[in-house]
C-alpha cells in the first residue's frame, strides 16, 4: 500500500480546504439510506450505527490511531454515511406517538395551534390535547388535523382557544402511487395521529389562556393585514409575512404554480435573505450616514447583527415550519459571516447551512423544499464565483449598470435550471414561461414588497402601517396580475412523466 498512498495523500492534502462541503452530502446519503428502507429497522441497528459514525468520524477527522493519512478522508466519510443513517432514525423514532388505526366518528376536543387550507379550499385546524370518546390518553394522538367543511363556528377558533366538534377521523394516508408523495411519513413528522373532518359547527369550550403568544401575534397581524388590504392582496399579504394561507383561495394559489411564481407564496430563502440584506443595508446606510459611527470599523457588524435579529423575528412570526428554517439557518450563517469577517457566501456557508438543518431535521431531505433550496444556492454560489474570478480577470470590467441587470437574469435562469428536474420529478410539471414571470416579479418583492413590509412593521406602534401596507399592495397587485395574466397562455404548463427512483440521486451525484 506504499505506493498508491503518496499520490493519493498527495491529492487528498491538496483538498484539505475543500472537503467540508462533502460532510452535508455524506450525511445526507446515510439519511436517505433509511429512508429508502421498506422495513424499519431495530433500534440496535440505529443506536450501532450511530455510535460507529460517531466514533469513525471523531477519530479519523482527528488523526487519532494508526490510520494512515490517505485513509482518513474515506473512513470518515463512511462514518458520516453511518451517523446519517443512525440519526434519521433517532428522529423517526424521537416523534414517535399514537395513530388512530381505525374510523372514529365522535366528539373531538382540542386546542387550536395553527389554522391553514386544506387542498379542498376548505379551513383546517390542527388540535394537541386532544380528547376522543372512548380512548384512553396513551392511545390518543398528540395532534390531529381536521378540515371544516361546515364553517359555522369558525369565528370562536382563536389561537389557543379550546373548541369541540364531531368529526371524523383516520389515519393519515400514504403514497397514492408508487415513489409518490407520502403523507403518512409527512404525518408522522408533524406529530399527526390522525387526520379527518367534520360537517357539524364547532363550539368554543374555553377561550384561549396564556401561551400560545407567538401564534396570537401571527393571527393578529395576519387578520390587520386583510383587514387594511382586502381580497385575495390581503391573503397574499399575510401569506409571505406571517405564513398564513388560510384566506388565500385555490385559483389563484393554481396561478403562482402554473407560473412558477409560488416561491414568493412560501416563506423560504428569497424572502428571508431579502428581508435580512434590506434591514442590513438600511442599517449600515444609517450608520455611515451619522458622524459618530460613520468611520467605526464595527458599523458593518452591528448591521449583521440587526439583520440577524430581524430575521429571528420574521423566523417567530411565521411559524417557523421547515422551509423557513432552512432559510433562517442560511441566513444567520451568512451574517454570522459578516460579524467575523469571513466571506458570506461560499460553498462552506452552504454546506454548514445543510449540515444544521439535516442535524436537526433529517426528514427535510426527502421534501422538495430542501432539495430545490439547496439546489438552487449551490447553483447559484457556484456561478457567481466564477463569474466574479472571470470578472476580475477581465482587462475592463463591466459597467456598473450591467451588473445588476445580468445578475437578476442570470440568477433566475440558474436557480430555474437548478430546481427544474426536481420540480417535474415531485410535481409532474413544468412552467415553460417560469422565468419570464420570475424576471418580472422578482425584482417588485425584492424593491417594494418587502420594504413596504418592514416599513408598516416600523410604523404600526404609531397606527400608521396603512400607509406601508397600501404600497406593499401595488406590488402583490402586480405579481397577482402577472401570474393570472402568464397562466392564461397557451402551453404555460405542461406535464411530465414521474421519473424512477434513482433520477434525483443521479442528478445530484452529478451536481
Not at 6 to 15: K, N, S, V, W, Y
Not at 104 to 118: A, F, K, L, N, Q
Not at 240 to 261: E, F, I, P, Y
Not at 353 to 367: C, F, K, M, N, S
Request: glycine fraction near 10%; include cysteine.
Amino acid at each position: 500500500m506504499a505506493r498508491p498512498s503518496g499520490p493519493i495523500a498527495a491529492a487528498l492534502a491538496r483538498q484539505r480546504g475543500h472537503l467540508f462541503p462533502w460532510v452535508p452530502v455524506c450525511l445526507a446519503c446515510g439519511i436517505g439510506l433509511y429512508f429508502s428502507l421498506i422495513v424499519e429497522p431495530a433500534i440496535s441497528v440505529l443506536w450501532a450505527a450511530g455510535l460507529v459514525g460517531l466514533g469513525l468520524t471523531v477519530l479519523a477527522g482527528l488523526a487519532i490511531g494508526p490510520l494512515p493519512e490517505w485513509a482518513r478522508v474515506p473512513v470518515v466519510a463512511v462514518g458520516l454515511v453511518a451517523l446519517g443513517f443512525g440519526l434519521a432514525g433517532a428522529r423517526s423514532h424521537g416523534v414517535a406517538g399514537p395513530i388512530v388505526d381505525f374510523r372514529y366518528y365522535g366528539p373531538v376536543e382540542g386546542r387550536v395551534v395553527d389554522i391553514d387550507r386544506s387542498a379542498s379550499d376548505a379551513v383546517r385546524l390542527t388540535l394537541d390535547r386532544v380528547v376522543l370518546a372512548r380512548m384512553a390518553p396513551d392511545e390518543t394522538p398528540a395532534r390531529v388535523r381536521v378540515s371544516l367543511h361546515n364553517e359555522q363556528g369558525y369565528a370562536t377558533a382563536a389561537p389557543g382557544a379550546t373548541v369541540i366538534l364531531t368529526g371524523h377521523l383516520g389515519a393519515p394516508g400514504g403514497a397514492v402511487e408508487p415513489g409518490g408523495f407520502d403523507f403518512r411519513r409527512h404525518a408522522w413528522f408533524l406529530e399527526l395521529g390522525a387526520v379527518g373532518y367534520t360537517r357539524t359547527p364547532m363550539l368554543l369550550l374555553a377561550p384561549a389562556g396564556e401561551g400560545q403568544h407567538v401564534f396570537k401575534a401571527r393571527m393578529w397581524l395576519s387578520e390587520r393585514m386583510r383587514a387594511v388590504l382586502p381580497g385575495e392582496t390581503g391573503a397574499f399579504a399575510a401569506a409571505v409575512t406571517t405564513g398564513d394561507r388560510s384566506a388565500m383561495g385555490q385559483a389563484t394559489l393554481q396561478d403562482l404554480r402554473d407560473t412558477n411564481l409560488a416561491h414568493l407564496l412560501a416563506i423560504s430563502g428569497l424572502h428571508m435573505g431579502l428581508l435580512a440584506g434590506f434591514v442590513f443595508g438600511a442599517l449600515r446606510l444609517g450608520l455611515v450616514a451619522l458622524p459618530l459611527t460613520r468611520h467605526r470599523a464595527a458599523a458593518k457588524r452591528v448591521a449583521a447583527f440587526g439583520a440577524l435579529v430581524a430575521a429571528t423575528g420574521y423566523l417567530a412570526l411565521s411559524g417557523g415550519n421547515v422551509a423557513t428554517e432552512r432559510a433562517y439557518v442560511m441566513a444567520a450563517v451568512a451574517l454570522v459571516a459578516v460579524m467575523l469577517d469571513r466571506r458570506a457566501l461560499s460553498l462552506r456557508s452552504v454546506a454548514l447551512a445543510a449540515l444544521i438543518v439535516l442535524a436537526l431535521r433529517p426528514e427535510a431531505l426527502t421534501g422538495p423544499g430542501f432539495q430545490m433550496s439547496f439546489a438552487a444556492t449551490t447553483a447559484l454560489v457556484a456561478t457567481f464565483e466564477q463569474v466574479s474570478r472571470l470578472n476580475r480577470q477581465r482587462e475592463k470590467p463591466l459597467p456598473r449598470w450591467v451588473a445588476p441587470v445580468l445578475s437578476l437574469v442570470v440568477s433566475s435562469a440558474i436557480a430555474g435550471l437548478a430546481t427544474a428536474p426536481i420540480g417535474m420529478a415531485h410535481f409532474n410539471t413544468v412552467a415553460h414561461y417560469g422565468l419570464l414571470a420570475n424576471l418580472v416579479s422578482v425584482p417588485v418583492m425584492g424593491l417594494v414588497v418587502v420594504p413596504a413590509a418592514v416599513a408598516s412593521a416600523l410604523l404600526m406602534p404609531f397606527g400608521l402601517d396603512w400607509i406601508a401596507l397600501h404600497v406593499m399592495g401595488l406590488g402583490l397587485d402586480w405579481i397577482l396580475w402577472v401570474a393570472r395574466s402568464v397562466a392564461q397562455w397557451d402551453g404555460a404548463v405542461r406535464p411530465v412523466v414521474s421519473p424512477g427512483p434513482w433520477v434525483l440521486p443521479l442528478i445530484a451525484a452529478g451536481g
